[in-house]
């Protein structure tokens, strides 16, 4: 039976909300999988995601970046909310590094077995904290954004990273593909990129049908990326 929950954690003066989903019938530890929301904050979509983790027997774990009650209500607005971290990603790295914390002292969690997924201003979040050169089983950025900071230039990616990305996706245009490739080639990172033709920005979300922003729900993309990232975290925990 999948259970949920809402859970409090704290850094500082900061509040963050966090969501957690499991299977309460297993009583083993399990590996946990983050869930890094979308530019809005932690929705609904990123709650679905933790309970389809949970049925994958995973403890899904949707964190909370932003802060407790602080949600994007409009486009705009949650384009504010992540334009403020997207000029502070020691900030940003921060908060991912808290929630890893958070997650590996959740109940029936295996600390050694920690993923970590992320959807558009997400997918950043995973990749930057992969970046930083902690090591986790792996992050797996679904139609992310793929500017790296100003720092960690030099540190050596040790997290397996799996990009799942939409060809036309207007936000990261191929040369920002090549741009991510060569570096985490550079910095000898072990990365995996799926990219899905004819596919846009927000692929994975239902939601999404702006085509004129170029972003466009893809029942088959999303079907293909979630198969793979199931393939990639059985293999990745296999090997923690």
């Not at 929950?5 to 530890?29: C, L, P, Q």
């Not at 207007?170 to 033709?197: C, F, H, Q, R």
Request: charged letters at 25%; one cysteine or more; hydrophobic letters at 40%.
């Amino acid at each position: 039976m999948i259970q949920t929950k809402r859970i409090i954690y704290n850094e500082a003066d900061n509040t963050f909300e966090g969501f957690v989903a499991w299977d309460s019938t297993a009583t083993a530890k399990r590996p946990v999988v983050l869930i890094s929301h979308a530019f809005s904050g932690q929705l609904q979509f990123e709650e679905n995601k933790a309970v389809e983790l949970a049925k994958l027997g995973y403890i899904g774990f949707a964190i909370d970046i932003y802060g407790k009650g602080i949600r994007g209500k409009t486009r705009d607005e949650s384009k504010r909310l992540m334009d403020a971290l997207d000029a502070d990603r020691k900030t940003l790295l921060k908060r991912m590094q808290l929630s890893v914390k958070t997650a590996k002292e959740l109940q029936f969690v295996d600390s050694t077995k920690i993923g970590a997924i992320g959807f558009c201003f997400g997918g950043k979040c995973v990749l930057d904290l992969a970046r930083s050169g902690d090591t986790i089983s792996g992050v797996v950025s679904f139609h992310g954004l793929y500017d790296a900071p100003e720092f960690n230039k030099d540190t050596k990616i040790n997290t397996p990273i799996l990009v799942l990305h939409g060809w036309d996706d207007p936000l990261a245009p191929p040369k920002d593909i090549v741009m991510l490739g060569k570096e985490l080639t550079s910095k000898s990172a072990p990365w995996e990129l799926n990219a899905y033709g004819h596919t846009g920005h927000a692929f994975t979300n239902p939601k999404a049908n702006t085509p004129e922003n170029g972003l466009v729900y893809n029942e088959d993309s999303n079907t293909k990326g979630w198969n793979r990232m199931k393939v990639f975290f059985e293999t990745a925990f296999t090997k923690t």
